[in-house]
């Protein structure tokens, strides 16, 4: 990375929905070429949660933070890693949002639905 801002190559953070398993290059609208940190680099995140993100994001991008936990099988500890890295601001932008968002996301699943019995709602049994 000191290379390339030694040559004034922007360096662009590790993003869900742009980063490669390792770092990357792009270019803009302008042609200049940009340095993207590959989410290896995510302290704590593994190479294979790192691998389901990719290859989740190949087949449909994701849609928001619960889409990607849900289809690359992220626990709630990887998606606070990447909150902390600022690596969901494309899906949930401001990092204090990420972070709200990888914690809310593992919520508890409905409550059964009551049946109704006779005119009365009762719980299920």
Same mark, same amino acid.
């Given at each position: 990375?000191?290379?390339?801002?030694?040559?004034?190559?922007? !360096?662009?953070? /590790?993003?869900?929905?742009?980063? $490669?398993?390792? +770092?990357?290059?792009?270019? *803009? @609208?302008?042609?200049? =070429? %940009?340095?993207?940190?590959?989410?290896?680099?995510?302290?704590?995140?593994?190479?294979?949660?790192?691998?389901?993100?990719?290859?989740?994001?190949?087949?449909?991008?994701?849609?928001?933070?619960?889409?990607? !936990?849900?289809? /690359?099988?992220?626990?709630?500890? $990887?998606?606070? +890693?990447?909150?902390?890295? *600022? @690596?969901?601001?494309? =899906? %949930?932008?401001?990092?204090?949002?990420?972070?709200?968002?990888?914690?809310?996301?593992?919520?508890?699943?409905?409550?059964?639905?009551?049946?109704?019995?006779?005119?009365?709602?009762?719980?299920?049994?």
């Amino acid at each position: 990375m000191q290379d390339a801002r030694r040559h004034c190559v922007e !360096a662009r953070p /590790a993003d869900v929905s742009l980063s $490669e398993i390792d +770092r990357s290059t792009e270019s *803009d @609208a302008k042609q200049d =070429l %940009a340095v993207r940190l590959g989410l290896r680099l995510v302290s704590g995140l593994s190479t294979d949660a790192s691998t389901r993100i990719v290859a989740a994001r190949a087949e449909v991008p994701f849609a928001d933070a619960q889409d990607l !936990a849900l289809r /690359a099988r992220l626990k709630q500890r $990887e998606m606070q +890693r990447l909150a902390g890295a *600022d @690596a969901l601001l494309s =899906l %949930a932008g401001h990092r204090r949002q990420q972070v709200w968002q990888a914690t809310d996301w593992h919520r508890l699943p409905p409550l059964p639905k009551a049946r109704r019995c006779a005119g009365t709602m009762r719980p299920p049994a």
